[in-house]
């Protein structure tokens, strides 16, 4: 049974399985291409979704795009919409900025086999929802509408906020991020669910003109496309307050029950040490890895390295390193499909799915895995049975390879030929260190009596 850490129970807690399991995850907002760390919190989503899948267990995703209602400062209910803010820099109208972003969030996620969630709803296509939600939540006395067209969440109707974060109303300090406290709220931890405004990307509604906060966005969406029981919610550890404890203070407010069942958040990346964000200037795209003549699939790789709930510090350095391991597993698997088949290895097969259901330890997934490539004990059609069927939850693309006569790295052919003399001429420690090099490449040789093979 896959278990997951509980931000809001602050312990690990079971995932019932055996039934469908809905899942909602916060998703882009989509003025900027998602940025490896971004990807590294979608992957949790896809890790949670594909253990779950092979216990047959049907999941359902929802992740929303944020076209609109993203303020560049969310935390003090200030600044510009960051798609509209952008759009103006890049000279183009706002939703078309959106939607080509939008599409190379889809190619990105692609290249890094997520898979695609079954609901992927737009934000600026589900206003009536957000409308009628808000509705709901004045009628319900959780919410105030103001003369000026903007609502407000009256926060102190909803007593259990800030229990994900442990930012609770009574220990929330007025306004630490701006000087006063914004006159119109009856309490200072208030926030909006509509703000009013003209102009491109906004609405029309019954209290005035204007545009949803991004807050309610999630909890309408999630609603809809999820109903009123979800089981998991996920997003990047930032999330848990404000956005999550706002959430959640809007869904229960309007159902009338805990709507959500586990929060699960993803720890930051960080590059050269300090959090990846556009404003630090460390960030790396997708593009830049292929650029650098790696395989996308190595920055799943590299997340695999680290348990979802550690800061992983991501260098070009093991970013390098976790490309070889996923050529040398393709060429391995490739190599071990020319023996006979033979079944796999139940014991790194029950250690590897130990590993995931524990809170998915994936670097305890793959010692298992590199033990298995080293045990001389397994036969090698036990070692490819095991890794394929492994790999429908690595999502490695580990049997690409297979049946596939490679055309040799650079360099490779004459290390080949070099250590072949070496071997000739008896000076094993030159043809072991030449055996090394080439598995840095990507090559594996083995020697037989008839000589030496590569895969
Ligand atoms: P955004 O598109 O800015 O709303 O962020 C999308 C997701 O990426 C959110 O779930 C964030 O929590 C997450 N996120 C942002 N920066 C990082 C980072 N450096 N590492 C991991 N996740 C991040
Ligand atoms: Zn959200």
Known sequence: MLRIYDTRARQVEEIAAGRAVRMYACGPTVYRRAHVGNLRTYLLSDLIRRVLERRRTRVVVCQNITDVGHLVDDSADGGEDKVLAQARAEGLAPLELARHYEAAFVSDTAALNLRPPEHQPRASENIDLMIELIAKLIEKGHAYALPDGSVFFDVRT????????????????????????????????????????????????????????????????????????????????????????????QSDAVA??????????????????????????????LPDVVAAGLDPLAVRMAFLEHRYRQQLNLTWDTLRAADRTVRRWRARVAGWAESVSAPLSREHLDRVEAAFDDDLDTPAALRALRELERDESVAPGAKLETFLHLDQVLGLDLSVEIGRTRALPAGAGELLETRARAREAGDWAESDRLRDELASLGVQVSDTPEGQTWV
């Open 158 to 249: 909803f007593p259990t906020y800030g229990e994900i974060s442990g930012n609770r109303l009574d220990s929330l300090k007025p306004a630490h991020r701006i000087e006063t406290v914004d006159p119109r709220k009856r309490f200072h931890a208030d926030w909006a669910l509509w703000k009013p405004g003209e102009g491109e990307l906004t609405w029309d509604t019954p209290w005035g003109r204007g545009f949803p906060g991004w807050h309610v966005e999630c909890s309408a969406m999630s609603l809809r496309f999820l109903g009123p029981h979800i089981d998991l919610h996920t997003g990047g550890i930032d999330l848990r307050f404000p956005h999550h404890e706002d959430e959640r203070a």
């Open 256 to 285: 009338g029950h805990e709507v959500v069942r586990r929060w699960a958040h993803g720890e930051h990346l960080l590059f050269d040490g300090r959090k990846m964000a556009k404003s630090t200037g460390n960030v790396v795209l």
